[in-house]
């Protein structure tokens, strides 16, 4: 029940676990690094960063509906305003102590807090139960679809028990009552200054683009050097049991030599590899082969039973490909392990469980560009309503056109 001195909300099945686990590929296939060691972030920023801002789409209506129940239960008669929102998953490792959300003297705008959780304890990962200091509940044991909402100031000291094993995600929103603060006029003028296609029949328009310097990763204890750190994207893509085969020539990198720009690589066209096949299709840049990956994995039983018969070109690798394949690899990950700990995917009931078939990878890839290209058109057609308004909304499809 509501208590005046420990101003909080618990909500069940406040969203719908095909919501959640779109955003779970939204975060696999697009985040960067966090905010904390073993956190790994996707802001709305990023995504119009990486040239993804298509995918701001299916949060839009989540962020009305959590900026209305936090007015109506925290009593506000004015407006609030989406000060951050952001896919945040933690990984084996990560924790966070006794803390109130504005503890940071450029955390004070922020009033309220609404931490959807997007996947459950005890299935996607173990430990991560969260705490209040005081007053009930004192716990809360994270599941799919449930929304825990808080006041951001010290009546709401909480934590985070270490994540022991899997990852896990959540859509975490905060509130101000500051307009100066709102997240909306700022992503409306990134969103207008990146070079958005002009109409859907642009080809590529929705192509992602890797932010380079964002998506490597370092443990915390080597923040300088090169040696363990790994890149995000190849990782998650080795997580799923896959390599990445490169068009360049890559001779010249080696995994300890730092003078070269190596991320450049990854920037270029790519085709996947498995065992000891690829999979002859060109993929722009490693941010694609991800998203394609990450898509099959979200979609794998749909793709299983839609008969997809395109022809599809797989291809044995030669001894001396195979060695390309694995100096890439050695380059980008250094220490598998480590990748391996953090995106573990044994606890999670993803594809990995399904047999694998190079024929539902094309599929996928084909699925992909679909919902993608619906994404785009959304959007292009939303952003002068958006504009116009200052404020990121559902338009109705009314105005639309649909
Ligand atoms: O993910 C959670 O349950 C809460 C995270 C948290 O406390 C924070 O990010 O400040
Ligand atoms: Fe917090």
Not at 4 to 33: A, M
Not at 103 to 110: A, G, H, M, V
């Amino acid at each position: 029940m509501a208590n005046p001195e420990r101003p909080r909300l618990i909500i069940h099945d406040f969203l719908s676990l095909d919501l959640c686990k779109e955003l779970e590929f939204i975060h696999k296939s697009c985040g960067t690094v966090g905010y904390r060691p073993n956190v790994f972030s996707t802001t709305l920023s990023h995504l119009i960063a990486t040239n993804c801002g298509h995918l701001i789409m299916p949060f839009v209506p989540i962020r009305e509906r959590l900026k209305e129940k936090a007015e109506e239960f925290f009593g506000c008669e004015f407006e609030l305003f989406v000060e951050f929102t952001g896919l945040i998953s933690w990984s084996t490792g990560a924790s966070i102590g006794w803390h109130s959300d504005d503890n940071r003297p450029y955390l004070k705008q922020r009033d309220f807090a609404a931490v959807c959780y997007l996947n459950s304890h005890g299935e996607d990962f173990e430990g991560g139960l969260f705490h209040f200091q005081d007053w009930q509940p004192t716990t809360i044991v994270p599941m799919a679809g449930d929304v825990v909402m808080y006041t951001a100031d010290s009546r709401n000291i909480h934590s985070v028990d270490e994540i022991t094993g899997g990852e896990r995600l959540t859509l975490t929103l905060w509130f101000s009552r500051d307009g100066s603060h709102d997240e909306d006029a700022k992503l409306i003028s990134f969103l207008s200054e990146k070079q958005l296609p002009r109409s859907i029949h642009e080809t590529c328009s929705f192509l992602p683009q890797p932010a380079s310097s964002r998506m490597y990763w370092f443990p915390p204890d080597t923040a300088s050097t090169h040696e363990s750190g790994f890149d995000i994207c190849f990782a998650r893509i080795h997580a799923h049991g896959y390599d990445l085969y490169s068009l360049q020539d890559i001779s010249c990198f080696s995994a300890s030599d730092s003078s070269n720009d190596l991320s450049e690589v990854l920037m270029a066209p790519l085709r996947l590899a498995r065992e000891h096949e690829f999979f002859d299709e060109e993929f722009v840049n490693i941010l694609h082969v991800l998203q394609a990956v990450q898509f099959y994995c979200w979609k794998a039983s749909e793709l299983q039973t839609s008969g997809h018969e395109k022809r599809i070109n797989v291809v044995p690798l030669s001894p001396s490909q195979r060695e390309e394949v694995n100096q890439l690899k050695h380059v980008f990950l250094k220490d598998e392990r480590v990748p391996d700990k953090l995106f573990s995917i044994a606890m999670g009931n993803e594809h990995s469980q399904q047999p694998f078939n190079w024929a539902h990878v094309s599929a996928a890839v084909t699925a992909w560009e679909a919902y993608s290209n619906k994404l785009v058109k959304e959007m292009l057609l939303s952003l002068p309503y958006w504009k116009t308004h200052q404020s990121i909304f559902s338009v109705p499809s009314f105005d639309l056109g649909k």
